[in-house]
């Protein structure tokens, strides 16, 4: 090793004792010795956020993360520094770097809106293939399950109590307009069935699953209206609904604020929103942080996101005959997110009749409110 290539070698462990012991004049003179605040020690992974994450030295971590340390960095076991806080029960820390995730989300939303999809977060891990090459590919309905060609899971039946508890806070009365976008097995819509909605709309693009929709049924419901296509495709025809559910597959969290920034149009004051929250669901930390940039840019529309804690039960034998497993935790954040009445709406509701033009940009909101 070279003179130079040790030396930084040496700083890069200074940094990680001097984090881990919460040194801060220390950890501030090697950073400016050009100590890597993003080094991670080659056995575990370890980084010095990661390090002072454990002692709750807040400002140790409060510097790195000034110094452009990623608040997300994974160990070799693919823990991040939140998890290291989480597990030294240092919640503050805890907070700080969820905080510091919530903000470097939304301004990489801002940054680079047109150039993320490629390596953005998936608002699901069910997601595996692009959503058009999903669905050009076939599925089969089989035991519990609904799978791509590649064994993948697009739906499965283990989630029917989620779906139940989705429909539930949709519909608190009988007699509601309810939209749905995306079928899979139809479980959030026979859900929602059993709540006599006054009408029940249903987005659905997959060609296998539409037939699946035919033959069992669906196009002959009262009050049932099927709307095949992308959603991004027929936004502009579904006029305004009491309840809005969105579960689909192959897409990501851009999607997702897509679908979100059509709220203000679809959406009747009073009404609930809510949606499949897979959003990384394998990791506590970062599903946090998740949330809470949904909360922060829904809250934007006049939204109000809350999330309700349920418990789920899968087990080993439920994921039996798929490729892969997309859910992992044992907590499951059910979305329940209300659209403020506004002042001057509370008298009356948009109507079915009324149709959306264009979804609204945060800022067009933004500008509104000012
Ligand atoms: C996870 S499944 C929905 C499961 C459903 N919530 C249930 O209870 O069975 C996702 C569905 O969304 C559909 N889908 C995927 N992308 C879509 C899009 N862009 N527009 C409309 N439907 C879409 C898929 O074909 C699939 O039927």
Redesign the pocket.
């Known amino acids: 090793m070279s003179i130079a290539k040790k030396a930084k070698v040496d700083l890069n462990n200074e940094l990680l004792a001097a984090s881990q012991h919460g040194n801060l004049s220390e950890v501030k003179r090697l950073i400016t010795a050009k100590a890597d605040v993003a080094h991670q020690e080659k056995d575990h992974g370890v980084s010095p956020m990661m390090a002072a994450a454990v002692g709750g030295h807040k400002e140790v971590v409060h510097e790195l993360l000034c110094n452009g340390a990623p608040w997300n960095a994974l160990d070799r076991k693919g823990y991040c520094a939140g998890d290291y806080a989480l597990r030294a029960g240092q919640s503050a820390v805890v907070d700080q770097i969820v905080n510091a995730g919530v903000s470097a989300e939304l301004l990489f939303a801002q940054i680079d809106k047109n150039n993320r999809k490629a390596q953005g977060i998936a608002s699901?891990d069910?997601v595996k293939v692009d959503?058009k090459e999903?669905?050009n590919r076939n599925?089969r309905y089989t035991s519990g399950k609904?799978l791509d060609q590649s064994q993948d899971a697009?739906?499965m039946e283990w989630?029917?109590p989620l779906?139940e508890a989705?429909a539930k806070i949709l519909c608190p009365k009988e007699n509601l307009d309810v939209l749905?976008?995306?079928?899979?097995?139809?479980?959030?819509?026979?859900?929602l069935q059993k709540h006599k909605p006054k009408s029940h709309t249903i987005?659905?693009?997959?060609r296998?699953?539409l037939k699946k929709m035919r033959e069992d049924g669906w196009d002959k419901k009262k009050g049932v209206t099927i709307v095949p296509?992308?959603?991004?495709?027929?936004m502009h025809e579904l006029g305004q609904f009491d309840a809005i559910?969105f579960?689909?597959?192959?897409?990501y969290y851009d999607?997702m604020r897509e679908f979100h920034s059509w709220l203000p149009r679809i959406l009747r004051p009073g009404g609930t929103y809510s949606f499949?929250n897979g959003l990384c669901p394998d990791n506590i930390v970062f599903q946090g942080v998740m949330c809470q940039v949904v909360q922060i840019e829904l809250a934007k529309f006049g939204i109000d996101a809350q999330f309700a804690e349920c418990d789920i039960n899968i087990g080993e034998k439920d994921w039996q005959g798929v490729n892969r497993k997309y859910f992992w935790s044992n907590t499951y954040y059910l979305p329940i997110c209300k659209r403020e009445v506004a002042k001057e709406s509370k008298s009356g509701t948009g109507g079915q009749g009324s149709r959306s033009i264009a979804p609204t940009s945060s800022t067009d909101t933004e500008e509104k409110k000012t």
Do not use: C, K
């Not at 987005?203 to 997959?206: F, G, N, P």
């Not at 296509?229 to 027929?234: E, L, P, S, Y």
């Not at 579960?247 to 897409?251: F, H, R």
């Open positions: 699901s069910r959503s999903y669905i599925v609904l697009v739906m989630e029917t779906m989705h749905n976008i995306g079928f899979g097995m139809g479980i959030i819509d026979s859900a987005v659905e693009v997959h296998g699953v296509g992308r959603w991004q495709d027929v559910f579960d689909t597959y192959g897409e999607d499949f």
